[in-house]
């Protein structure tokens, strides 16, 4: 069974804060990506990765980063954590034409 | 603009009837659809799936319909069942520069009432 973990479940963190969220996945899948789920907008992309070092934008890219050094590995990084930021993230991943597989979510809160 | 809208933010459905949420697509071009469930503080769950060269696919008590000159998908569940009360997500697969990625509609809330 394919297994994506989410390094948290809830975070608080401060505004201008730098933040880090991790994503772990277990089935060798060559991507990866970062969604924020907000009531009303559903899932938009923010990121996504489709092999190690390599990423590409999503529809919702600005203010955030991400890092893939490795292929199991998929972190999503707040530069400067801002209150518009206070979502739930939620990472997939998975392969081309196949369906992808989420996390749990990690619900933010930038006070 | 979205690419992929679901228009019923909810829907509302007697225990033992059919429900059907509906969802629409504006690029010919998509050819990959899938449907997720998701309940609160859980990830989305992958339900079904459909490829553009279908215009039927089901799986169980699920079956997703595609009509390809309307860019018009529906998911229909029969019989609902109080568990199917969920947040269900319609989904195209969709080409970026150097990789595809899903893009997701905003969802439509299913309550089942027994």
């Known amino acids: 069974d394919v297994k994506v973990t989410q390094s948290s479940r809830y975070l608080v963190k401060r505004t201008g804060e730098k933040v880090f969220l991790e994503c772990v996945q277990d089935m060798d899948h060559e991507n990866m990506f970062w969604y924020r789920q907000d009531p009303g907008l559903g899932l938009r992309l923010i990121y996504f990765s489709y092999d190690v070092k390599m990423k590409e934008k999503g529809d919702i890219p600005e203010g955030y980063s991400v890092s893939r050094e490795k292929k199991e590995r998929f972190s999503l990084i707040l530069e400067s954590a801002s209150t518009n930021q206070t979502s739930m993230y939620l990472c997939?991943?998975?392969?081309?034409?196949?369906?992808?597989?989420f996390g749990d979510g990690t619900r933010l809160s930038i006070l | 603009d979205q690419q992929v809208k679901q228009n019923s933010p909810s829907l509302s459905v007697q225990e033992g009837r059919i429900s059907i949420l509906n969802c629409d697509y504006t690029n010919s071009m998509f050819d990959y659809f899938l449907w997720y469930k998701k309940y609160p503080a859980e990830g989305p769950t992958f339900l079904i799936s459909?490829?553009?060269?279908?215009d039927k696919n089901e799986d169980g008590r699920f079956t997703v319909f595609l009509n390809k000159s309307a860019k018009h998908l529906s998911l229909h569940i029969v019989p609902s069942q109080p568990g199917d009360s969920a947040v269900y997500f319609c989904a195209a697969s969709v080409e970026f520069q150097a990789g595809t990625a899903l893009i997701f509609g905003k969802g439509t809330t299913l309550s089942v009432s027994s």
């Open positions: 997939a991943s998975g392969v081309t034409y196949q369906p992808q597989h």
């Open positions: 459909i490829s553009s060269i279908k």
